[in-house]
């Protein structure tokens, strides 16, 4: 490690030239990665819910619609307005009545049930527009940005594609400022924790480099959701800033080993020596901890929704890019600007806590046994805390995708849409028959189907094969059902095991997909996903933290520590009378985890180390505190401010609950590892002398 050291040092500009090279294919890349909007693409393929939208997708070509509300215009103007968007690039098609009869024929010689699937009793029309590329496409987002364009007054576009389009546009008005901000408010932190006043702009600098290798070679995952393309700069900046932190704290302590004075300036000699000392004992002390926040956001790949796999892929390799560039890069940059660090300097605002470290080390009991009385309604309440899974109402109510699917729910009572498929071999009239015991079901306001057309008296022969092929195609019958309840709500949930239940008698193979479909299986999934990556996280940073101490009792104290925070974190929702997102409730306990643990490794390290310079027990872990409090402040302040900011900036629910639970999460973590931990370690240093290989033996006066 050493000889990599000293080429680092010698050779900076090179370093530094290779890197900056390295970011040209990094942009490429990362402009290049296709960045999907629609979380329920993540769900299992194998899912009933799934298989029908691989249906509707080949065989259909409709898994991508949108519906326009037209009220009170002219049959002139709507039909203009038709060939207009039908002739937009990505458009398929756009249906309306014009497809099935001549527009001079009057309405009422339509089918009834025709009748009310297009026009409400108030002079409002419905055009259904189908896109040739997927929901979350650029094709099919780039036709609804050209679709707003030629909507007239009245007139307002809704459903699936429309809302992510939506969610698009805001997305990337938004990234820029989640960045700025982040940046703006670490900057701030670093600098009132740091005496170099150029530091944190180096450590800015040191970080940029990572964070956009890692989004360079997302392009070799395919695609990264919009959810990880938000949060991943971020988070890698909070959970990355200790190893910044700790190679310039290591870098001055090997100058003062030197002999280097506060106030002295060191040789050239001298620098270059104490920067070889830091990378080597940098390396090996964030290779370990990084090794656990790793594995937490691994532990994140075992999520049966593999939007965790694209969290967890990301942020894992976030981290370990970080890790080369802290040895690295940062150095470089480091001895570079090493003489403007050393001229401009002013005294820190983050002090050590001098007085916090005595009065925990004092009254470890007491300071235990309140924790615990103030834990016990937090744990019981984290598991009371409500959820939605309708991630449309994370969204600005504003938007226009999400003003154009009110109107379908208002003038049309479409609040959402069952795609129903079943096999092509259905005779007419068990297909009929289907039809009426479908509409039977509670909330179940209208059912259409291909027989519906040839009940209202049309001839088969006469009816359009636009209309056919909506109806018929790859070997399956498909059927709409129009339901009044609210994806995600449990009513809608038991109106589609009873719409199941239904199918299934006539076709075993039979599916129902569509919004409602896929939120239901979201919701079975995600439960089991939270039980599956809490689990698998907590073993993953158990076993790596017994290695690392040789100890079968460290892991279990500062994992409990750690998940005790985070049982408070999604406890404070409930009282609070919040609701999360399902996703935070999945991630959130991962994430604070694989981000915080760094610090109970930090103390428990150093604990260690005085008590091998024999130290009593209780004044190992007051001095624990005491050094490692500033360096525990600076890296979770900048965690805070870095992810607070964007709560309190983004218009989107989603991201800013995801935000606030992580910001919330460091504050709470910190707090634990600087109050509760020392006194954890205090009370139970019998039991870790006697689990722990090579333990130092506590000396009197404990």
């Given amino acids: 490690m050493e000889r990599f050291a000293k080429f680092v040092v010698h050779h900076r500009k090179l370093v530094l030239l290779i890197a900056v090279l390295l970011l040209i294919p990094s942009a490429f890349g990362a402009v290049g990665t296709y960045i999907n909007y629609d979380i329920l693409t993540y769900l299992p393929p194998e899912l009933d819910s799934m298989v029908g939208e691989q249906y509707l997708e080949n065989d259909f070509e409709i898994a991508s619609t949108a519906m326009i509300t037209v009220e009170h215009m002219q049959t002139a103007d709507v039909l203009k307005m038709k060939e207009e968007i039908a002739a937009i690039p990505g458009v398929e098609d756009v249906m309306w009545t014009s497809d099935m009869v001549d527009v001079t024929v009057p309405r009422e010689m339509l089918p009834q049930d025709i009748q009310r699937f297009f026009y409400n009793g108030s002079g409002a029309t419905m055009l259904i527009v189908r896109f040739s590329g997927t929901s979350a496409s650029a094709e099919t987002m780039n036709a609804i940005g050209q679709i707003k364009t030629v909507l007239r007054k009245d007139c307002f576009i809704g459903g699936m594609s429309a809302i992510l389009a939506d969610t698009k546009a805001l997305i990337d008005r938004e990234m820029p400022l989640y960045v700025l901000c982040a940046v703006a408010c670490s900057i701030l932190v670093l600098f009132l924790s740091l005496k170099g006043t150029v530091v944190p702009f180096v450590f800015m600098l040191g970080i940029a480099f990572?964070?956009?290798?890692?989004?360079?070679?997302?392009?070799?995952?395919?695609?990264?959701?919009?959810?990880?393309?938000?949060?991943?700069?971020?988070?890698?900046?909070?959970?990355?800033?200790?190893?910044?932190?700790?190679?310039?704290?290591?870098?001055?302590?090997?100058?003062?080993?030197?002999?280097?004075?506060?106030?002295?300036?060191?040789?050239?000699?001298?620098?270059?020596?104490?920067?070889?000392?830091?990378?080597?004992?940098?390396?090996?002390?964030?290779?370990?901890?990084?090794?656990?926040?790793?594995?937490?956001?691994?532990?994140?790949?075992?999520?049966?929704?593999?939007?965790?796999?694209?969290?967890?892929?990301?942020?894992?390799?976030?981290?370990?890019?970080?890790?080369?560039?802290?040895?690295?890069?940062?150095?470089?940059?480091?001895?570079?600007?090493?003489?403007?660090?050393?001229?401009?300097?002013?005294?820190?605002?983050?002090?050590?806590?001098?007085?916090?470290?005595?009065?925990?080390?004092?009254?470890?009991?007491?300071?235990?046994?309140?924790?615990?009385?103030?834990?016990?309604?937090?744990?019981?309440?984290?598991?009371?805390?409500?959820?939605?899974?309708?991630?449309?109402?994370?969204?600005?109510?504003?938007?226009?995708?999400?003003?154009?699917?009110?109107?379908l729910k208002e003038d049309f009572d479409m609040t959402t849409t069952h795609f129903i498929l079943v096999d092509e071999g259905l005779s007419n009239h068990e297909m009929t028959q289907l039809t009426k015991e479908l509409e039977q079901v509670d909330g179940v306001h209208q059912v259409m189907s291909y027989e519906k057309f040839l009940g209202g008296g049309i001839p088969d022969s006469m009816i359009p094969d636009e209309i056919r092929g909506i109806f018929h195609a790859g070997g399956h019958r498909m059927l709409l059902a129009n339901s009044s309840y609210e994806s995600g709500s449990d009513a809608q949930n038991r109106q589609l095991d009873e719409l199941n239940a239904i199918v299934k008698r006539y076709d075993p193979d039979g599916v129902i997909s569509g919004e409602g479909a896929m939120t239901k299986d979201l919701i079975q999934v995600a439960d089991t996903d939270f039980r599956n990556v809490n689990i698998t996280s907590i073993l993953a940073v158990f076993a790596i933290i017994a290695v690392v101490f040789r100890s079968a009792s460290i892991p279990v104290l500062l994992v409990a520590a750690i998940e005790s925070a985070i049982f408070i974190n999604l406890g404070i929702p409930y009282f609070t009378g919040s609701v999360l997102p399902f996703v935070a409730s999945i991630v959130i306990g991962t994430i604070q985890l694989g981000a915080t643990v760094d610090y109970a490794i930090l103390t428990t390290t150093r604990f260690r180390e005085e008590l091998e310079n024999g130290h009593h027990t209780r004044e190992a872990a007051r001095i624990a505190v005491e050094q490692c409090s500033q360096s525990i402040l600076t890296s979770g302040l900048t965690f805070f401010v870095a992810t607070a900011s964007v709560a309190v900036i983004s218009k989107m629910e989603l991201i800013k609950s995801l935000c606030l639970l992580i910001s919330r999460g460091a504050l709470i973590s910190m707090a634990v590892i600087l109050l509760v931990l020392p006194a954890l370690l205090i009370v139970f240093a019998p039991l870790i002398q006697r689990t722990t290989w090579h333990w130092p033996k506590q000396t009197k006066g404990v």
């Fill in 210 to 407: 990572p964070i956009v290798y890692n989004f360079g070679t997302n392009y070799f995952l395919g695609q990264i959701s919009y959810i990880t393309q938000a949060l991943a700069t971020v988070l890698q900046l909070g959970v990355t800033m200790d190893f910044s932190i700790f190679l310039l704290h290591r870098y001055e302590e090997e100058k003062r080993r030197l002999g280097v004075g506060e106030n002295q300036r060191a040789s050239c000699e001298q620098e270059e020596q104490a920067m070889v000392k830091a990378i080597c004992n940098t390396a090996s002390s964030i290779a370990g901890s990084s090794l656990t926040t790793i594995a937490g956001f691994l532990a994140m790949c075992t999520m049966s929704l593999a939007l965790g796999k694209d969290i967890g892929i990301v942020m894992a390799k976030g981290v370990a890019l970080g890790v080369i560039c802290t040895v690295t890069v940062l150095p470089a940059l480091i001895m570079t600007f090493r003489k403007t660090i050393e001229r401009h300097t002013h005294r820190t605002f983050i002090p050590k806590l001098s007085r916090t470290a005595r009065f925990v080390t004092r009254h470890n009991v007491a300071v235990l046994l309140v924790f615990v009385v103030l834990f016990i309604p937090f744990s019981v309440a984290q598991s009371k805390t409500s959820v939605y899974y309708t991630l449309f109402d994370s969204l600005p109510q504003d938007m226009d995708g999400i003003v154009g699917t009110n109107r």
